[in-house]
């Protein structure tokens, strides 16, 4: 549920109504009662009702109560501007030593991977087969975080001279996690050890298998740990009970450079590299960034230093696997941001995985040979295309599905024979953008009847927790609050989604659909200047936990307004003798703006056009009415 304490206002933006609310205390509950055409009861001390209606689309837009006194605190501390200051205190920072840590936090700061549960069995088992010789196996996961962690932990290996080879499973055929088959043909292969990635922690039969042919298993994962945990060799998985390890949220990578931080010092304690230098572990930090920010981790604590480093490294392209992959992806020379990362990089290292097998994007990120490089990752950006093709199709034809308000007061659970199983993640993610539900899109084996789904959900919904409460109706499932994969019997699917719908009806307000933006500060646009976004880059790189800073400026009249590129939408604004740029992308179809007063939700950063920088407004949300006078 929405918690409104910690916003001192909250708008509330109509296409022909603009309704200011000040929570504290006149208003102090926010209840929509149909979609579309959502009716909003405000109910406040004075036991007054008004209802007013939200358009489909629309967004309720919370601003964060402001702190002056911490905000002057931080900005004398840390020399940065009191609005910037601010914005330490809306991610939650309290102190100047927090604030500190956010800022400057370093390599130096990251926290002993001794600390996670099991390292030490799993180190001192790791050194006995690369001393022995004998044949390791790395079995991955086939999204950008189970590939990179792949990639991590086998170039490592290879440093160190192991016998060491990786497995990454099909899709479509094999499925998530490990498969019993695979285990045959890896222990086939005279395998003794079998190092998982970003898998593993829910697979007890397969692990099960393992130990009957003499094949230890060493589980490194990051999702969420079930009642029973699998009988491994050694389980790293900080979020498993009795795990000490301070931070619970790594992404698959992270846990597996863990896991090489900690066998390189056990290593050097052994004495191992007494002619020559150890492998210089920031050198895999490219990898790492590539894998957490493609898992949609939350960016703090270790996570933010793991990519915050890790962007500088890929920024140098020393690694001619990522090169290549820049090169397909239009990301020009000089420092690489988060953003290259989500919407260009990482799609094209997924292509494969989710339209066939992992093991080509695993292969540029392992190559050392740049012609083979450029090779692949050509294929992965064709690839990347027909995903692309493919998306757009099944996300037509869900949409198709959902058929009035009806359907709309409930989660989505949508099925079809059609769907490639292998987009229909992304494909939920989109729909939960535009209808601000828990959605779940299951494609249907037409021969076996088994539908393989994927899941989405929104803030206030922990969809494992959901997933669990259906778990008799399943055949398996994993994942985490977020973003979960699961298979069921095609017979099963109408009780699901009437269990499905009770849990969350449940466990759910009326007021929790309603999509809000959460907005730092309401500021006028002379607030902004060029020392203002330079202190708002230092609280990059930002995402889940670290979201981009985001200001409203309101009662905007002059301005002009064209469509420009694929449908993105361009203005120019006028204020108190300043001008601006912005750009909404893929708003171009959603507004049309005459003679309107409007409301701008944005973010402020550079842009560097033919050699000029100056300052652009990213348009997150725009509202509008008609002007006074029209």
């Given at each position: 549920?929405?918690?409104?304490?910690?916003?001192?206002?909250?708008?509330?933006?109509?296409?022909?109504?603009?309704?200011?609310?000040?929570?504290?205390?006149?208003?102090?509950?926010?209840?929509?009662?149909?979609?579309?055409?959502?009716?909003?009861?405000?109910?406040?001390?004075?036991?007054?009702?008004?209802?007013?209606?939200?358009?489909?689309?629309?967004?309720?837009?919370?601003?964060?109560?402001?702190?002056?006194?911490?905000?002057?605190?931080?900005?004398?501390?840390?020399?940065?501007?009191?609005?910037?200051?601010?914005?330490?205190?809306?991610?939650?920072?309290?102190?100047?030593?927090?604030?500190?840590?956010?800022?400057?936090?370093?390599?130096?700061?990251?926290?002993?991977?001794?600390?996670?549960?099991?390292?030490?069995?799993?180190?001192?088992?790791?050194?006995?087969?690369?001393?022995?010789?004998?044949?390791?196996?790395?079995?991955?996961?086939?999204?950008?975080?189970?590939?990179?962690?792949?990639?991590?932990?086998?170039?490592?290996?290879?440093?160190?001279?192991?016998?060491?080879?990786?497995?990454?499973?099909?899709?479509?055929?094999?499925?998530?996690?490990?498969?019993?088959?695979?285990?045959?043909?890896?222990?086939?292969?005279?395998?003794?050890?079998?190092?998982?990635?970003?898998?593993?922690?829910?697979?007890?039969?397969?692990?099960?298998?393992?130990?009957?042919?003499?094949?230890?298993?060493?589980?490194?994962?990051?999702?969420?740990?079930?009642?029973?945990?699998?009988?491994?060799?050694?389980?790293?998985?900080?979020?498993?009970?009795?795990?000490?390890?301070?931070?619970?949220?790594?992404?698959?990578?992270?846990?597996?450079?863990?896991?090489?931080?900690?066998?390189?010092?056990?290593?050097?304690?052994?004495?191992?590299?007494?002619?020559?230098?150890?492998?210089?572990?920031?050198?895999?930090?490219?990898?790492?960034?590539?894998?957490?920010?493609?898992?949609?981790?939350?960016?703090?604590?270790?996570?933010?230093?793991?990519?915050?480093?890790?962007?500088?490294?890929?920024?140098?392209?020393?690694?001619?696997?990522?090169?290549?992959?820049?090169?397909?992806?239009?990301?020009?020379?000089?420092?690489?941001?988060?953003?290259?990362?989500?919407?260009?990089?990482?799609?094209?290292?997924?292509?494969?995985?989710?339209?066939?097998?992992?093991?080509?994007?695993?292969?540029?990120?392992?190559?050392?040979?740049?012609?083979?490089?450029?090779?692949?990752?050509?294929?992965?950006?064709?690839?990347?295309?027909?995903?692309?093709?493919?998306?757009?199709?099944?996300?037509?034809?869900?949409?198709?599905?959902?058929?009035?308000?009806?359907?709309?007061?409930?989660?989505?659970?949508?099925?079809?024979?059609?769907?490639?199983?292998?987009?229909?993640?992304?494909?939920?993610?989109?729909?939960?953008?535009?209808?601000?539900?828990?959605?779940?899109?299951?494609?249907?084996?037409?021969?076996?009847?088994?539908?393989?789904?994927?899941?989405?959900?929104?803030?206030?919904?922990?969809?494992?927790?959901?997933?669990?409460?259906?778990?008799?109706?399943?055949?398996?499932?994993?994942?985490?609050?977020?973003?979960?994969?699961?298979?069921?019997?095609?017979?099963?699917?109408?009780?699901?989604?009437?269990?499905?719908?009770?849990?969350?009806?449940?466990?759910?307000?009326?007021?929790?659909?309603?999509?809000?933006?959460?907005?730092?500060?309401?500021?006028?646009?002379?607030?902004?200047?060029?020392?203002?976004?330079?202190?708002?880059?230092?609280?990059?790189p930002f995402g889940t936990a670290n979201p981009e800073p985001l200001f409203c400026s309101l009662d905007l009249k002059s301005y002009s307004s064209m469509i420009v590129g694929n449908g993105h939408l361009k203005l120019k604004i006028k204020e108190n003798g300043c001008f601006y740029d912005a750009i909404g992308f893929n708003m171009g179809t959603c507004h049309t703006l005459r003679d309107e007063e409007i409301k701008l939700a944005f973010v402020p950063q550079f842009n560097l056009w033919q050699g000029i920088k100056s300052i652009q407004l990213k348009l997150k949300d725009i509202q509008s009415r008609p002007l006074a006078n029209a």
């Open positions: 549920m929405t918690n409104f304490s910690n916003y001192h206002q909250s708008i509330l933006l109509f296409k022909n109504i603009f309704v200011f609310l000040d929570l504290n205390p006149l208003f102090d509950k926010i209840l929509p009662h149909q979609t579309p055409g959502v009716q909003c009861l405000l109910q406040g001390v004075t036991g007054k009702q008004r209802v007013v209606t939200l358009s489909p689309g629309l967004k309720l837009w919370l601003i964060k109560e402001q702190n002056p006194h911490l905000s002057k605190a931080f900005s004398s501390s840390f020399n940065i501007s009191p609005l910037v200051s601010q914005l330490l205190i809306n991610r939650g920072l309290e102190s100047i030593d927090q604030a500190d840590f956010f800022i400057n936090a370093t390599l130096k700061d990251l926290y002993s991977p001794f600390r996670m549960k099991d390292m030490d069995r799993a180190v001192q088992r790791i050194i006995t087969a690369v001393e022995k010789k004998e044949k390791i196996y790395i079995y991955g996961d086939y999204d950008v975080d189970g590939i990179t962690a792949t990639a991590v932990v086998l170039l490592f290996l290879r440093e160190v001279n192991a016998s060491v080879f990786y497995y990454l499973p099909n899709r479509l055929q094999e499925g998530y996690g490990l498969d019993t088959e695979a285990l045959q043909k890896i222990t086939r292969e005279g395998a003794t050890l079998l190092i998982t990635v970003d898998c593993g922690i829910s697979d007890i039969e397969p692990i099960q298998y393992a130990r009957t042919k003499n094949l230890d298993v060493i589980v490194t994962d990051h999702h969420e740990p079930p009642e029973k945990l699998p009988p491994a060799y050694a389980i790293l998985n900080p979020k498993q009970p009795g795990c000490s390890f301070p931070f619970k949220e790594l992404a698959g990578v992270g846990v597996a450079f863990n896991l090489i931080m900690a066998l390189r010092t056990k290593l050097r304690e052994h004495g191992f590299w007494q002619q020559e230098t150890p492998p210089n572990l920031k050198n895999y930090l490219d990898l790492v960034a590539l894998g957490t920010l493609a898992d949609i981790v939350p960016l703090v604590d270790e996570n933010r230093i793991l990519v915050k480093s890790g962007l500088a490294v890929l920024s140098t392209g020393d690694r001619v696997g990522i090169r290549a992959l820049k090169a397909v992806s239009a990301v020009p020379e000089g420092p690489v941001a988060g953003d290259a990362v989500t919407y260009r990089l990482a799609p094209r290292i997924n292509a494969y995985g989710r339209l066939s097998t992992a093991a080509t994007a695993a292969g540029l990120l392992i190559a050392g040979d740049a012609g083979e490089a450029r090779r692949l990752a050509r294929l992965l950006h064709e690839e990347n295309i027909k995903r692309q093709q493919l998306e757009k199709t099944i996300t037509a034809e869900a949409r198709a599905m959902i058929k009035g308000e009806e359907h709309l007061k409930k989660p989505l659970v949508l099925a079809s024979p059609n769907w490639h199983p292998g987009v229909i993640g992304i494909c939920a993610s989109r729909l939960v953008e535009e209808y601000y539900r828990p959605t779940v899109l299951i494609s249907i084996d037409a021969k076996t009847r088994q539908g393989r789904g994927s899941a989405r959900s929104i803030h206030s919904f922990d969809l494992y927790r959901g997933l669990k409460q259906c778990a008799a109706l399943l055949t398996s499932f994993g994942g985490h609050k977020y973003a979960a994969g699961l298979t069921i019997p095609a017979e099963n699917i109408p009780a699901f989604e009437k269990q499905f719908s009770a849990i969350i009806s449940a466990a759910m307000q009326d007021e929790d659909f309603i999509p809000c933006l959460e907005i730092d500060a309401q500021i006028p646009l002379s607030a902004i200047s060029d020392d203002v976004v330079e202190d708002m880059e230092k609280l990059a």
